[in-house]
């Protein structure tokens, strides 16, 4: 069993910055992918960004590459997000997610247990 824990969301004006973490406990952190997902009010789950085992790989959805950066901390179990240059459309719930491998991409069915979510507003 993984457990899943997000945390850092709230609200930030357009343009502005906010970091998200994802405490991650039970199986060995080190071994797989992560990834960051996000749904808004009325739409699908989407993929924000996924991150080797080990951090050497990265993969971005379009709509956020070049503001967010995602990173890990192996050595504390935890995930983080940075979120710069934030727009409104970046408005949604946020999960974190554990891959089933080493690495991964967008799809969802690639991560095998998700956190409950943390909600960022994005302010006009």
């Known amino acids: 069993q993984v457990q899943l824990v997000e945390s850092g969301g709230g609200l930030v004006q357009a343009g502005g910055s906010l970091r998200l973490s994802c405490a991650a406990s039970?199986?060995?952190?080190?071994?797989?992918?992560m990834g960051w997902f996000r749904q808004a009010p009325g739409k699908e789950r989407e993929f924000v960004a996924a991150i080797s085992w080990n951090g050497g790989s990265t993969y971005y959805a379009d709509s956020v590459k070049g503001r967010f950066t995602i990173s890990r901390d192996n050595a504390k179990n935890t995930l983080y997000l940075k979120m710069n240059n934030s727009k409104p459309e970046d408005t949604a719930v946020y999960y974190c997610?554990?891959?089933?491998?080493?690495?991964?991409?967008?799809?969802?069915?690639?991560?095998?247990?998700w956190g409950q979510g943390t909600q960022v507003t994005v302010s006009s």
């Open positions: 997610a554990k891959a089933r491998g080493s690495y991964s991409g967008s799809p969802p069915r690639e991560y095998d247990y």
């Open positions: 039970g199986r060995a952190f080190s071994t797989y992918a």
